[in-house]
């Protein structure tokens, strides 16, 4: 049917920039909201950051003017570029798109595997 894959996760230092992308692949109509979340250990899920079709974009405070989020319709991905990492930031790095099939066309929320990201000296 329909899958996401993420990739760019990994060991950063303090400080470090990484660059994630999340490729949806599939019987795709259309993709909505597309949006990265994370998960830290002991913790639960949280929003990181999203972006409508339009290229609106919304993000949690603890990232604003740090991470930015963007899109490629074209390729149906979403990137999470990350900079001035911080060792809070470590968590498992989750990709959700709303994907509209035809046979669904409102769409249904689609998960990734996630990808660990590891901000540590």
């Known amino acids: 049917q329909v899958q996401l894959v993420e990739s760019g996760g990994g060991l950063v230092q303090p400080g470090g920039s990484l660059r994630l992308s999340c490729a949806a692949s599939?019987?795709?109509?259309?993709?909505?909201?597309m949006g990265w979340y994370r998960q830290a250990p002991g913790k639960e899920r949280e929003l990181v950051a999203t972006?409508?079709?339009?290229?609106?974009?919304n993000g949690a405070d603890s990232v604003k003017g740090r991470f930015t989020i963007s899109r490629d319709n074209a390729k149906n991905t979403v990137y999470l570029q990350m900079n001035s990492l911080k060792a809070e930031d470590t968590a498992v790095y989750y990709c959700?798109?709303?994907?509209?099939?035809?046979?669904?066309?409102?769409?249904?929320?689609?998960w990734g595997q996630g990808t660990q990201v590891t901000v540590s000296s």
């Open positions: 972006i409508t079709l339009g290229g609106i974009t």
């Open positions: 959700k798109a709303k994907i509209a099939t035809f046979q669904a066309i409102l769409g249904n929320d689609c």
């Open positions: 599939g019987n795709i109509f259309n993709i909505y909201e």
